[in-house]
C-alpha cells in the first residue's frame, strides 16, 4: 500500500518538473507551494532537517536574483544597441570587407546585431573592421605635369 503513494507522489513530482521545464521559471510562490509537498510527503522516520530547508530557499533567492539581475542586464544591452545605432545615421560608413559604402540613412537593431542601410541602398552588417567618419573621405587624384 504504501508503494501505491510513492509512485503517486513520483508522478505528480515528474509532472510538475516537465511543466516546470515548459515554463522555465519558477516565482516564489510556486517555490513555497513545493517546499510545503515535500514537507507534506516527507517520510516521517526521516523527516527534513530545518537547516536543509533554509539552505533551499536561500539557493530559490539566488537563483530568482539572477534571473532578475541577467534580465536587467539585457534591457541594458538593447538600450546600448539603440543609442549605438541612433549614433550611425548621418555618417559615413565603410563594410568591413569595402564593398558597401555610404552615407548612412537607417539602421535596424536586431537581437542579434546592427544593420545600417546606406542613402543608396546598400546594407552594412555592423561589426569588427568597418570604417565610420564624420563624411566620406576624399579622393585625391594627382597629376604629372611634364
Do not use: H, R, W
Amino acid at each position: 500500500m504504501a508503494v501505491d503513494a510513492t509512485s503517486s507522489v513520483s508522478k505528480s513530482t515528474s509532472t510538475s518538473t516537465s511543466s516546470s521545464s515548459q515554463k522555465a521559471t519558477l516565482n516564489y510562490d510556486n517555490f513555497l507551494q513545493l517546499l510545503i509537498a515535500q514537507m507534506k510527503n516527507q517520510d516521517p522516520t526521516d523527516p527534513m532537517d530545518a537547516s536543509e530547508q533554509v539552505a533551499q530557499l536561500a539557493t530559490f533567492s539566488q537563483v530568482e536574483q539572477t534571473i532578475q539581475t541577467n534580465t536587467k542586464l539585457d534591457t541594458l544591452l538593447a538600450s546600448s544597441s539603440l543609442t549605438q545605432a541612433g549614433s550611425y545615421v548621418g555618417k559615413y560608413m565603410e563594410s568591413a570587407d569595402g564593398t558597401v559604402k555610404g552615407i548612412v540613412d537607417s539602421v535596424k537593431v536586431y537581437s542579434d546585431g546592427i544593420i545600417a542601410t546606406t542613402k543608396d541602398g546598400g546594407k552594412i552588417l555592423v561589426q569588427a573592421g568597418i570604417t565610420v567618419a564624420n563624411q566620406a573621405p576624399t579622393t585625391t587624384t594627382t597629376s604629372n605635369d611634364t
